[in-house]
């Protein structure tokens, strides 16, 4: 079965620095892969898409890579800001929208 | 705006008890999802259902049951509660890949 894998330890970086998350997955490549920012009692809020297809996606200060080949998706916060401090959670969909699996997610802390 | 609600937002039951889990969402969303959150793990999907009057299992299904007799409403069902369903609960409602959640129901069972 499809597993996904992030770094369960937190990151820490310093505001303005740029943070990379990864999420790596086995057996089949999704369709899409997508990011999610989750905040403490709070549900996931949907951050970006990226199509097997597509090698890298852009909006505002994010920016996702796709690399099929080594299974691994990185997610970039660039001019990090202590209000990016959040859980991010990785997920991957194979159907189009029904069956998505998510990742426990990484635990960012920036500091000013 | 109110994108999906989940009612109620904390509860308590006792072990064997039932209860009722509201999800609604005003988007017109044909996909609505529940999932439940555990320390340490992703979110594990429990039921699904692709548009009005359908229902499917996820990966996590026993314990639970679903209806979705309106296109806007998903409820989720716990017939007899037991400890190991002590968790978070986020539904969640898509026109398509792009999930949006409500804000989590925190269920505890003692």
């Known amino acids: 079965s499809q597993k996904i894998e992030q770094n369960s330890e937190a990151l820490n970086i310093q505001e303005g620095k740029t943070a990379t998350l990864t999420c790596n997955y086995t057996?089949?490549?999704?369709?899409?892969l997508q990011w999610y920012r989750q905040d403490p009692g709070r549900g996931p809020v949907f951050l970006l898409l990226?199509?097997?297809?597509?090698k890298e996606k852009r909006k505002e200060r994010l920016k996702v890579t796709f690399d099929t080949t080594l299974k691994q998706s990185l997610f970039h916060i660039t001019a990090s800001q202590p209000a990016d401090s959040a859980t991010y959670l990785c997920?991957?969909?194979?159907?189009?929208?029904?069956?998505?699996?998510f990742g426990a997610g990484t635990r960012l802390f920036v500091k000013a | 705006n109110a994108g999906v609600t989940q009612t109620p937002k904390f509860r308590v039951l006792k072990t064997g008890q039932s209860m009722t889990l509201l999800c609604a969402q005003d988007?017109?969303?044909?996909?609505m999802y529940w999932y439940r959150q555990d320390p340490g793990m992703g979110l594990r999907l429990i039921h699904y259902?692709?548009?009005?009057?359908?229902?499917a299992k996820g990966e996590v299904p026993d314990g639970y049951n679903v209806s979705r007799l309106k296109k806007q409403n998903f409820l989720l069902g716990l017939e007899s509660a037991a400890p190991s369903q002590t968790s978070v609960y986020f539904c969640?409602?898509?026109?398509?890949?792009?999930?949006?959640f409500g804000q989590g129901t925190r269920l505890t069972v003692v």
């Open positions: 969640a409602s898509s026109p398509g890949p792009e999930a949006f």
């Open positions: 057996n089949y490549s999704p369709a899409y």
């Open positions: 990226i199509r097997e297809n597509e």
């Open positions: 997920a991957l969909d194979r159907t189009g929208g029904f069956k998505t699996i």
């Open positions: 988007m017109n969303h044909e996909y």
């Open positions: 259902s692709v548009g009005e009057g359908t229902t």
